[in-house]
């Protein structure tokens, strides 16, 4: 996988983000991140119900 270079950014309100690389450590986030992604969008190809990656096995991935 690549790296991101970490950068800050701020948005029109005001809040502050990073935009970093995802690490072993964020495996979690990850795991529901695309969980939710695949719940509101539709037309993907892959379903709920066919995402069976587990937080261990996404940790491994990063």
């Given at each position: ?9 701020m948005?029109k ?50």
């Open positions: 996988m690549g790296e991101i270079q970490t950068k800050q950014f948005t309100s005001g809040k502050k983000f990073v935009v970093r690389t995802a690490l072993p450590r964020d495996a979690d986030k990850v795991v529901t991140f695309i969980k939710t992604v695949i719940c509101e969008a539709p037309y993907l190809l892959t379903t709920e119900a066919e995402f069976k990656v587990t937080s261990e096995q996404q940790k491994q991935l990063l």
